[in-house]
């Protein structure tokens, strides 16, 4: 009777150590996915920065102006070069 208890009480120990093992190589790869994630968010969020950046440096009309006047020959408007439309006339 006792070896019976014996044998009953060891399957149960090793199903629980087993079972421990399991759960504990669950947690480990959850732990890398999750590090992976962060990681990828970190450079998510770098980039982010980096777009930011550009975005506000080529919107500056300083720069906009300088590329016309640079890529197209653009000048900027004088009153002598205004062209004035007025109601009827042909």
Known sequence: MSGRINFIL?????GCALSVVNAQYKARRLFI??????????????????????????GKSA??????RRDLNMVSVTPARTQYLHPGAK
């Open 10 to 14: 060891t399957v149960a120990l090793v």
């Open 33 to 58: 996915e999750l590090e992976r994630a962060q990681a990828a968010a970190r450079q998510l969020d770098i980039e982010w920065a980096q777009l930011q950046l550009d975005q506000s440096t080529l």
């Open 63 to 68: 720069r906009i102006e300088a590329n016309a």
